[in-house]
């Protein structure tokens, strides 16, 4: 299958071709029961990405023929089914909440109100929140709390390189937005309205000297929101940053833990 992809994704005139045309649809089914992932961890906590999956995904549009499902009143014009049997899979799915089939939903998940795209893997135990959403192709881990309104972005448009990360025990607070392959660490906690993309300064304000890094938050940070002030020629304006302000505690439980940071550094969450 990784030969056909790779090939067809660099001549799309193989999309015509059913062998093509099978091997996709053959990677979707497979993401869809978890037998195959976008991106997996790897035994020394890196992670790898397997590009010629995500190739399958973003080749699995223009296969697809426009179709119109009407639910009751309601009518829908697209291209892509929808996940069923969820009660087989142990999934709890509160209306209106959607999942494209294409992207693998663990048992043990609630889901609220809210969306997961194709190509997403949500792993056990994990809760999303009223209006979160879960982009295309981003890699949940388990025991996540995705909080109200909490935008995890997909890597179809624009096309990204590596999805988005979230590992396992990370809680992600109200309206934060988390987009272009950021990677967030174990039991991490992002206080309300963090916003990470790639370029995004995050700053370890810990010790006596600030640490800048991108792209990575480590694990059992907690992070909020902050600024800093930038020169333009207009003027000095202040920028948005996020701020890594301590650790969770490895001595206690999760949820113990989780609650002790936020009443210790005053997170809003």
């Not at 969820?86 to 663990?106: D, K, M, S, T, W």
């Not at 889901?111 to 997403?120: Q, V």
């Not at 992600?172 to 995004?200: D, F, H, P, Q």
């Not at 969770?248 to 969450?269: C, F, G, I, Q, Y």
Request: with cysteine; hydrophobic share 40%.
């Amino acid at each position: 299958m990784k030969d056909l992809i790779e090939v067809a994704w660099d001549d799309r005139s193989l999309l015509q071709e059913p062998g093509t045309v099978q091997a996709i649809e053959q990677v979707i089914e497979d993401i869809d029961k978890g037998r195959l992932r976008v991106a997996e961890p790897l035994k020394d906590g890196s992670w790898q990405v397997n590009e010629w999956v995500k190739k399958a995904v973003v080749m699995y549009f223009p296969i697809r023929k426009m179709e119109t499902v009407e639910v009751g009143p309601f009518e829908f014009h697209d291209k892509m089914a929808l996940k069923t049997n969820y009660a087989e899979l142990g999934v709890r799915v509160v209306p209106h909440a959607i999942a494209r089939y294409g992207a693998y939903v663990a048992k043990g998940v609630i889901m609220m109100p809210s969306y997961i795209n194709i190509g997403a893997y949500v792993d056990s135990g994990t809760m999303v929140d009223t209006w979160a959403t879960v982009g295309s192709c981003a890699q949940i881990g388990k025991d996540v709390h995705l909080s109200g309104g909490v935008g995890i972005g997909g890597v179809l448009e624009p096309l990204q390189a590596a999805p988005v990360i979230i590992e396992d025990g990370a809680f992600i607070g109200s309206r934060c937005i988390v987009v272009e392959g950021v990677r967030v660490g174990k039991e991490a906690v992002l206080g309300a309205n963090v916003v990470l993309t790639k370029s995004t300064k995050i700053i370890d304000v810990t010790g006596s000297e600030p640490v800048e890094m991108r792209g990575e938050i480590p694990p059992r940070s907690v992070v909020i929101p902050g600024s800093y002030s930038k020169d333009f020629p207009a003027g000095s304006f202040n920028v948005p940053c996020a701020l890594i302000i301590g650790k969770r505690k490895e001595s206690t439980d999760l949820k113990t833990s989780l609650n002790e940071a936020l009443r210790e550094h005053h997170v809003a969450v």
